[in-house]
């Protein structure tokens, strides 16, 4: 393992590059990614729509193996990891935000926040029982029975947002979580991340391209055709520093 | 987990009923053909299936199935007597003569000449009169499909009247006498049966040569069946089976060939190939709708075992249910055939055959369409 890595930083990525392949083009998604997240903040990840936001988080989280370059999570290599161990991985240290919620729709509120540890193999009561705690802390406490389909797009990020914590994960991250709602649901979804979801062990890694959420970052990297052009404060960044 | 799979399975009530009718009606088409396949070959061999006594049946060497009599001289009986390991042997008569019934009309029938002292091949099923009564003068026993359908009595005013003990026939301008009415199983040869002795099948049977069909021969205790056969075939030159050997004979007879056992075979494969169609598409569906969530199971740290024990239970949930009903309509179906001419048999072999084919469909269709998930690729996982 590589040693050089300082104890505050959650995910270290140097030099990251993928290519996709198909069989009538080759895309370069990332060309050379240099960033590191630090425990306790709240990064995003912004730019343009195919600029290779997703492809990232999908390689930071495990779930996509980069081509060249070194991308370390708690200081692991997920990419030599086997299959198993990485999934294994996962599900201990990664809690996921899906832009379309990504709910079992036949599945109530309370049984879907419970998944990540019925995984890890806790018994279903204890598992619901600690689900019911998570809602409780996102403000649906009332609507543990609920199924998705009753809740609106708000209240079922809610749910989307207890199951990414109810494990307490090191590692959160979220691809376009206020995509599909409206500004003040955003607003509110944002306000409750970061009441929630940050803490001193936690790194938070967020994708969007939805501008009107960026006071909610620690610090934002934007990204440009694989590349970060520029990294800043959300402070800075939004201090007219646009051209960055 | 598999809880969790459940859940998913009959919280989605429309689909969840969809695919157990799915596999139900794939299941009641694959046990029914197969039914319906296994009764016509059944049949057969209905005559051997009848006449349980006998271990190794003799005939000539050019038979090739039960219904296929190529007749023996009368002496062959006692060489086969003399063969050792013989308990008993004895001669057994079937041919096709002509009946003239009451209103002068001439009906072929099936006839059989048992073993004057022993009896041995009669019906096992009397429904009326009894085995023993064919020893009194003149007497034939009737099959009860004949007595009713083709050898009934048409009185004067047309209506028809089934045979019964006391009636008479004339076979080959002989007199036969009614004595009994048996019932016995349906052969491919839809002629009535008529049971007579062997003696009395000599008289009725145009004169010929040789007129014995088949010796029936049981076994002394202790002597392998299928020795005492080999025995009887070195020493006498004539063919002799086992029963089972003959049904199998009889068998392989028909399905080689007549086209009966082919064009029945191509609707068992009709409904093995349009019942797995159904039930892989169906199972292929279910898990492409639901590909989205194992995606993001397996992003949550699902390993391929458990997704792969959650889809394999929701299989077999479906499958059992489904076929569960499905054979039950099939068993209905039966019930309501078992009055009719339709062949129709479902032994516990088939049903496990079935049973065990449903279920593997399922499995192997959810199966292949899981694989998308094994290789967890973000686009499933982070699909907006
Ligand atoms: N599976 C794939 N095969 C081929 N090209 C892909 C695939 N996934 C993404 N891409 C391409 O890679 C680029 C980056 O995609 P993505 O990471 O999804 O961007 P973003 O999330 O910023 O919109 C885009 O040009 C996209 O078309
Ligand atoms: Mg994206």
Redesign the interface.
């Known amino acids: 393992m590589t040693t050089g890595v300082p104890s505050n930083i959650a995910v270290h990525c140097a030099g990251v590059t993928k290519t996709y392949t198909t069989e009538t083009t080759t895309v370069p998604a990332l060309r050379g990614i240099d960033i590191d997240v630090k425990f306790g903040e709240l990064l995003m990840l912004v730019g343009p729509s195919g600029c290779g936001k997703t492809t990232l988080i999908s390689v930071i989280a495990g779930i996509l193996d980069h081509d060249s370059g070194e991308c370390l999570v708690f200081n692991r290599d997920l990419k030599h990891m086997p299959d198993k161990d990485r999934t294994k991985f996962r599900g201990e240290n990664i809690g996921f935000v899906f832009q379309a919620y990504n709910l079992i729709h036949t599945l109530t509120a309370q049984e879907n926040v419970a998944i990540p540890l019925l995984i890890r193999g806790v018994v279903f009561d204890e598992a619901l029982k600690k689900a019911a705690e998570v809602l409780q802390r996102v403000g649906l406490g009332e609507r543990l029975t609920s199924l998705p389909s009753e809740l609106s797009g708000g209240q079922q990020q809610r749910v989307a947002i207890a199951r990414a914590l109810v494990h307490e994960p090191k590692l959160i991250v979220c691809d376009e979580p206020t995509a599909a709602l409206d500004h003040d649901t955003g607003q509110k979804i944002m306000g409750l991340f970061r009441e929630v979801a940050i803490g001193e062990n936690r790194a938070l890694i967020i994708v969007t391209h939805d501008s009107r959420i960026f006071p909610f970052a620690d610090r934002i990297a934007k990204l440009d055709d694989g590349k970060i052009i520029a990294v800043a404060t959300a402070k800075e960044f939004l201090n007219g520093n646009q051209h960055l | ?1 598999i ?2 799979a459940l ?2 399975l ?3 009530r429309p689909k969840y009923i969809g695919m157990i009718l799915g596999v139900m009606f794939s299941s009641f088409v694959i046990t029914q053909q197969s039914s319906i396949f296994t009764g016509i070959m059944t049949r057969t061999f209905g005559f051997i299936n009848d006449s349980p006594l006998p271990d190794v049946w003799v005939m000539d060497p050019k038979v090739q199935y039960i219904d296929d009599i190529k007749p023996l001289q009368d002496t062959q009986l006692l060489r086969v007597r003399g063969v050792d390991g013989v308990e008993w042997a004895t001669p057994l008569y079937k041919g096709l003569l002509k009946a003239r019934l009451s209103n002068g009309v001439f009906q072929n029938c099936n006839v059989i000449g048992l073993d004057d002292a022993s009896l041995v091949g009669g019906p096992g099923n009397m429904i009326k009169g009894k085995l023993e009564d064919l020893r009194r003068a003149d007497g034939v026993i009737v099959d009860i499909v004949g007595a009713q359908g083709r050898l009934a009595k048409i009185l004067p005013d047309g209506s028809r009247q089934t045979l019964d003990i006391g009636d008479t026939l004339e076979l080959n301008d002989r007199r036969a006498i009614v004595v009994g009415i048996a019932s016995i199983s349906r052969t491919f040869q839809s002629q009535p049966v008529i049971y007579t002795t062997y003696s009395r099948a000599m008289n009725f049977a145009p004169r010929e040569r040789k007129l014995l069909s088949f010796v029936l021969v049981k076994a002394k205790p202790g002597v392998a069946i299928s020795d005492l056969a080999r025995n009887i075939q070195s020493q006498t030159g004539l063919k002799a089976v086992t029963a089972e050997e003959f049904k199998h004979m009889t068998v392989m007879y028909f399905l080689k060939y007549t086209g009966i056992p082919i064009n029945f075979g191509i609707g068992v494969l009709l409904g093995f190939l349009v019942g797995t169609a159904i039930v892989g598409q169906i199972f292929h569906n279910f898990t492409l709708d639901n590909l ?2 194992f ?10 075992g ?1 997704l792969l024990r959650m889809i394999i239970v929701q299989a077999i949930v479906v499958g059992l249910i489904g076929y569960g009903i499905g054979v039950g309509a099939a068993s209905m179906f039966y019930h309501v055939s078992k009055k009719s001419e339709l062949a129709f048999r479902m032994p516990a072999e088939l049903l496990i055959v079935s049973a065990t084919a449903v279920t593997v469909i399922c499995v192997i269709a959810a199966i292949f369409s899981i694989r998308k998930v094994f290789k ?3 686009a499933i ?4």
């Open positions: 987990m809880r969790i859940k998913m009959v919280g989605d989205r969530y995606g993001a199971l397996k992003a949550m740290g699902a390993s391929n458990t967890l690729e973000p996982v982070f699909k907006s």
